[in-house]
C-alpha cells in the first residue's frame, strides 16, 4: 500500500524491507496459503493498522522510556556525546564516564560505539594543515590503538555502573 502511515518508518528506519503491495496483489498472495476469507480479512485490516499504527508506536515508545530513558539513543544524544568525549578520546583518554547534574555517570555502550565510530572515520594527521596522507600503517597502528581504547572503555564504564548500583 502506498502512502500509508507506515511508509516513512519504513523508509527511514528499514530501507531494506519493501512496501507493502497493491490490496490485490496481497489477497492473491495471502489467498495461495490462506485461503479467500482470511486473505480479504488481512487486506481489510490494512487500514486499520495503518490507523492504529502511530497511537501503538508511540506507546510502546513511551512505556520503553519509562523503562529506561537512556534506551532510545537520539540525535541530541549523539551531539552531546561527540561534544564530551571526541577530544579527550584524541587524545586517548576512553570515553567511560561523564557529568550530569552534579554527579558523575558510567557511559553507556551506545556513546562509546557511536564516539568510537565517529573518532574511527575521523582518523587523519592530528595537524590539520598537513597536505600530506598519512601513510597506510600508521592509519592501521591508530585504528588498533583506537579498538583497544573502546574495548577498554566498555570494560571500565561496566565497572563504574556496578559499582554504583553496590553502593
Known amino acids: 500500500m502506498q502512502g500509508c502511515a507506515l511508509t516513512p518508518l519504513v523508509t527511514d528506519y528499514a530501507p531494506n524491507v519493501p512496501n507493502c503491495p497493491a490490496k490485490d496483489t496481497l489477497f492473491s498472495e495471502i489467498r495461495k496459503s490462506h485461503g479467500e476469507i482470511q486473505a480479504a480479512i488481512c487486506v481489510e485490516l490494512i487500514e486499520l493498522f495503518d490507523a492504529m499504527a502511530p497511537t501503538v508506536f508511540s506507546a510502546a515508545r513511551d512505556y520503553l522510556k519509562g523503562l529506561s530513558p537512556d534506551l532510545v539513543y537520539t540525535p541530541a544524544q549523539l551531539s552531546t556525546d561527540v561534544q564530551l568525549h571526541l577530544k579527550p578520546l584524541r587524545k586517548l583518554i576512553p570515553p567511560i564516564e561523564f557529568q550530569h547534574t552534579g554527579n558523575w555517570k558510567p557511559t553507556s555502550l551506545a556513546t562509546i560505539l557511536n564516539v568510537g565510530w565517529i573518532a574511527l572515520l575521523d582518523l587523519r594527521d592530528e595537524d590539520p594543515g598537513a ?25 571500565l564504564s561496566e565497572a563504574r555502573r556496578l559499582w554504583e548500583e553496590h553502593k
Not at 138 to 149: P, S
Open 131 to 155: 597536505t600530506a596522507v598519512v601513510p597506510a600503517s600508521e592509519t592501521a597502528a591508530k585504528m588498533e590503538q583506537l579498538h583497544e581504547l573502546l574495548l577498554k572503555a566498555v570494560e
